[in-house]
C-alpha cells in the first residue's frame, strides 16, 4: 500500500474515533458527505424539477432543507408543502438510516429576520423554544444556521444566538433522553468579522465553510475561477481559495474534525470581450455569462447544464493544475466550474488534511436526471467514491458495459482511471 494512503486511511480513522470517544455525534457517519436541498428547485420545469423523490438517500450522511423562515420570531416552514418535504426526507431513512435531516433558516434572502430575532434576548427565547418544538414535531435532527453574513456589530448576538440554542438543545435532551438536536451553521470568510471561533468551537457540531462564490462577475470585469483550491498565478490581488479559507478557519480555533469544506455544484461564468482568442484565467470580459435556461440565475449555470452546452456549443475545457479547477470556453462564454476531477481532489485533499469532511450546494445542481449520460449525480458520487475505503476484496460487477465519459471531462491520458464507479445500470470509469 502506498504510504500516502496508509496515512490517510489512519487519519480517518483517527478523526472518527476521536468524535466516538467524545460522543459527540456519536452517531453521525464520517466523513461527512452533507447535502442542501433547495426547496424552490421543485418548482424547475420539466426534468430540473427536483424533488425528494429524486433524492440518492446513499449519497448523503445529512441532507439539510435550505430555506425556513422566521415569523413572529417562531421557526416556520417556507414552502406551502415543506412540511411534507420533511416527511418524505425523514422516510429516506428506511433506505439510509445513518443519514440525518437538518433545516436550514437564514440564506442571502431571508439573514434580515434573523438578525432581528437575535438582537433581542425575547426574541431568541421564542425562536430558541419553537425550535426545539417544531424539530421535533417534524422529527429532524438538527438546525442549521445560515447567518449571511455577521459583521463585527453582530459578533456578540450571533455567538449569544448558537450558545442559547446549544444548551437549549442539551437540557432537552437530557430532559427526553432523546438524542440531542445537532447544531450547524454556514460560514464564509473571517474577514466577515462576526465570528467567535472559540465561541463557535464549543457550540456549533458542524460548521460548513462556503469555499466558493470567491470571484464572480459581480466584482470583475476579467474572469477567474468561483472556488479554485489553490492560490493562481493570477490571485496577487484576491488570496481567497479553498486552501487559504479552510486554513483561517483552523487558527480561528475551530476543530478540524467541525469543518466541511463546501464544493458548489454550479459554476460562474462571464462573456468574453476578445473571444476565445484571449481565455486565461484573468482574460477580460464585459459580463455575466448567459442566463441558466434552467434556473433563470444570470452569472450561474448548474453542472448539468454545463456539461450539455459544452458538448453542443463544443466548448473546450482546461483543467488548471495550478487551481486544480476546471474552465470551459467557446468564442463567446467562459464558466468556472467542479467536475468530476476538481471535486474529486478537493475532497482527497479534505482527508489529508484531517477535516470533518465535505457538503454540496446543492442537491438539485447535479445533473440528478442524467442529462449529461454520466448517470445520476456524478459529482455526489465522485464524492462518495473519493471517501469510501477501497474495497479490500469486492470485485464490482457491472450489469452493462463500461460506460465511456464523454469528453469534456476525461482527464489528460497521463491520468488513468483508479477504480469503477457502480451505477444501477452502468458503470463509468473514475479517476
Ligand atoms: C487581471 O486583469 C485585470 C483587468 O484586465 C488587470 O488590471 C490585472 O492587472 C490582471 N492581473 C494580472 C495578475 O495580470
Ligand atoms: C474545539 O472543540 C473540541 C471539542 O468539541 C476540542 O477538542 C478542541 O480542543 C477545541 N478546539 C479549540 C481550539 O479550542
Redesign the pocket.
Known amino acids: 500500500m502506498p504510504r500516502p494512503l496508509v496515512l490517510l486511511l489512519c487519519l480517518v480513522y483517527l478523526s472518527s474515533s476521536i468524535l466516538a470517544i467524545?460522543g459527540?455525534d456519536a452517531e453521525l457517519e464520517l466523513p461527512h458527505r452533507g447535502c442542501y436541498y433547495t426547496n424552490w428547485a421543485q418548482y424547475r420545469s420539466g426534468m430540473a424539477s427536483h424533488k425528494p423523490e429524486n433524492i440518492d438517500p446513499t449519497l448523503c450522511t445529512w441532507i439539510a432543507v435550505a430555506f425556513a423562515k422566521i415569523d413572529q420570531n417562531e421557526l416556520t416552514p417556507l414552502e406551502w408543502n415543506d412540511e411534507g418535504t420533511f416527511t418524505k426526507l425523514v422516510n429516506l431513512k428506511t433506505v439510509n438510516p445513518k443519514l440525518k435531516i437538518l433545516l436550514s433558516i437564514g440564506g442571502w434572502t431571508l439573514t434580515k429576520p434573523l438578525v432581528e430575532m437575535s438582537s433581542t434576548a425575547a426574541g431568541r427565547a421564542t425562536f430558541v423554544a419553537s425550535s426545539i418544538k417544531n424539530l421535533r414535531k417534524w422529527a429532524l435532527d438538527g438546525l442549521d444556521v445560515d447567518w449571511e453574513f455577521p459583521h463585527a456589530a453582530d459578533k456578540a448576538i450571533f455567538s449569544t444566538l448558537l450558545m442559547e440554542l446549544r444548551d437549549a438543545f442539551e437540557k432537552e435532551a437530557k430532559e427526553t433522553g432523546k438524542p440531542r438536536l445537532l447544531l450547524g451553521a454556514a460560514v464564509h470568510l473571517i474577514s466577515d468579522g462576526g465570528f467567535d471561533g472559540?465561541s463557535m468551537?464549543?457550540t456549533l457540531d458542524i460548521v460548513n465553510v462556503m469555499v466558493y462564490d470567491l470571484e464572480g462577475p459581480w466584482d470583475v470585469a476579467s474572469v477567474g475561477h468561483q472556488a479554485p483550491l489553490f492560490k493562481g498565478p493570477f490571485s496577487q490581488e484576491s488570496p481567497l481559495n479553498v486552501e487559504f479559507i479552510m486554513r483561517e478557519w483552523v487558527a480561528a480555533?475551530?476543530?478540524k474534525a467541525k469543518l466541511l469544506l463546501g464544493l458548489p455544484l454550479y459554476g460562474r461564468g462571464w462573456l468574453l470581450t476578445d473571444g476565445a482568442a484571449s481565455h486565461g484565467l484573468n482574460a477580460s470580459a464585459t459580463g455575466p455569462i448567459t442566463m441558466s435556461a434552467y434556473t433563470g440565475e444570470a452569472g450561474s449555470w448548474p453542472f448539468y447544464e454545463i456539461c450539455d452546452r459544452i458538448v453542443k456549443d463544443k466548448a473546450t475545457v482546461i483543467y488548471d493544475e495550478n487551481i486544480q479547477a476546471s474552465y470551459a470556453f467557446t468564442n463567446s462564454w467562459w464558466i468556472g466550474y467542479d467536475d468530476v476531477r476538481t471535486i474529486t481532489t478537493k475532497t482527497k485533499w479534505m482527508l489529508d488534511n484531517g477535516f470533518g469532511g465535505v457538503y454540496v450546494w446543492d442537491l438539485a445542481q447535479d445533473d440528478f436526471f442524467d442529462l449529461c449520460g454520466l448517470g445520476r449525480y456524478p459529482l455526489l458520487k465522485a464524492v462518495l467514491a473519493a471517501t469510501a475505503a477501497p474495497p479490500a476484496t469486492t470485485t464490482i460487477t457491472c450489469t452493462q458495459p463500461l460506460k465511456e465519459l464523454p469528453e469534456m471531462i476525461i482527464p489528460p491520458p497521463s491520468i488513468k482511471p483508479t477504480s469503477t464507479l457502480l451505477h444501477t445500470s452502468q458503470c463509468v470509469p473514475f479517476y
Open positions: 467524545q459527540l472559540a468551537n464549543r480555533g475551530i476543530s
